[in-house]
């Protein structure tokens, strides 16, 4: 978690949402890791989490992700929550809840969903402080 920080904390330093994802392998071997850049790249879809998805399916060579933990500093949306599960992503640790878009817990729980074919173990509240500290200096700012 404390790398997904520091990507967080690269994002707010580029004008974007303070938000990181890290994923590791069933090992505990870093796969990749991203913060969000939606602003920068003009995609809707750049959450840290879709981009770390993205580079850790290259770095495996396999879209299913298997085995993998994904760290990230706040909940995920509902896209993001999709992916971890179209992913196959074993284990989501999260630190903050996100209380107006959370699709993990806040607002809907899909990616443990019984209905789904694939269950994704969910921690969170790790680092939650240092997150929300980070979220909240970044939308003060800018408010």
Known sequence: MNRALELA???????????????????????????????????????????????????AGNYRLSGATMYATLEPCVMCAGALVHARVKRLVFAARDLRFGGVRSKFRLADSDILNHRVEIEEGLMAAESTALLEEFFRARR
């Open 9 to 59: 904390a690269m994002a707010s330093a580029s004008d974007e949402a303070p938000i990181g994802a890290v994923i590791v392998d069933s090992e505990g071997r870093f796969l990749a890791g991203a913060h969000n850049a939606p602003v920068a790249g003009c995609d809707p879809t750049a959450h840290a989490e879709i981009l770390a998805l993205r580079a850790a399916a290259t770095a």
